[in-house]
């Protein structure tokens, strides 16, 4: 009888298995996440730089119109018509000071919200670290502020004024002010990817949020207790700074100032958690 044989089955060998987890799962261990990836993050930022004027007919001139007009209505609504003070400067110049860093922090903030929802399709199909979508929409922020700057330098030999050492300080204010807008942006891009609400009402909260900071008008025209609670307000402080390291009117107390630094790392550190917390989910539910 002729034997019958039995093929043998063979296990298949344990083959090696890559997990993917996201470094931001460490804590703060996104921060770190965004030097190594940092060329990513260069990439994007030079693609938003390239994007965000083409086709429009006024291109980057879009940057100093922007704030020139706005300054301009400040002048003509607050300072003409309802002459409040200005400390001692040009209107024009007191408030295209204040505007300037007013935009910094609202365009960190509205572009860094919704960049994960712009972004969904690289999201969806590619894994690396998402905290570099938020964050690289800082340069290009920066880059607007940097004309707005020329624009400024312009108004001083117009209105023939010089800044003092104050402006020494200038680069700590601008600094609070980004970190604040950023850990915002963080939290707001989080929260946008589950609910979509965020990008209908951050444009108004931005509104309300500029004329309750002292951009249009100044500090010291808000009178009594309310004065008093509008340094509740951490971009009241950083505004006056910012004021007085251009124009050198009068200073932040150092409450206020330590306020404001107190509320930019703590707003920077609930960004960042609330993002780390949620980052699992963008790809599902993006």
């Known amino acids: 009888m002729p034997s019958v044989s039995t093929p043998i089955r063979s296990e298949p060998a344990d083959l090696p298995v890559l997990v993917i987890r996201p470094g931001s799962a460490r804590s703060f261990g996104m921060l770190a996440d965004l030097w190594r990836y940092r060329d990513l993050l260069w990439t994007l930022a030079e693609r938003d730089l390239r994007l965000r ?3 429009t007919a006024l291109g980057v001139a879009w940057v100093v119109v922007q704030p020139l007009l706005g300054a301009l209505i400040f002048t003509f609504v607050f300072g003409v018509i309802a002459k409040l003070p200005s400390d001692g400067n040009p209107y024009l110049l007191f408030t295209f ?16 919200a919704g960049s994960l929802v712009q972004n969904s399709a690289l999201i969806a199909k590619v894994w690396f670290p998402r905290t570099v979508i938020p964050f690289a929409t800082l340069p290009g922020a920066l880059v607007d502020l940097v004309v707005t700057l020329g624009v400024l330098a312009a108004l001083f030999v117009w209105y023939g004024r010089a800044p003092g050492m104050e ?8 600094l609070l002010l980004a970190v604040l807008a950023l850990g915002a942006g963080l939290g707001a891009s989080a929260l ?21 900071s002292p951009v249009a008008y100044a500090a010291s025209s808000v009178p009594g ?12 402080g950083i505004i006056d700074g910012l004021r007085w390291s251009v124009l050198g009117t009068p200073p932040p107390s150092v409450a206020a100032a330590g306020y404001a630094v107190f509320v930019a790392v703590l707003t920077m550190a ?3 958690w609330m ?12």
């Open 53 to 55: 004027y083409r086709q």
């Open 97 to 112: 000071t204040a505007l300037a860093g007013w935009n910094l922090f609202a365009g960190i903030l509205t572009r860094s």
């Open 167 to 174: 402006l020494l300080t200038f680069p700590f204010w601008i």
């Open 192 to 212: 946008m990817v589950s609910y979509r609400d965020v990008q209908h009402v951050l444009p108004v909260m931005v509104q309300l949020l500029m004329y309750a």
């Open 225 to 236: 207790v309310i004065g008093t609670l509008y340094y509740l307000n951490p971009l009241a």
């Open 270 to 272: 609930i960004g960042l």
């Open 275 to 286: 993002f780390r917390r949620m980052e699992r989910r963008f790809a599902d539910v993006i």
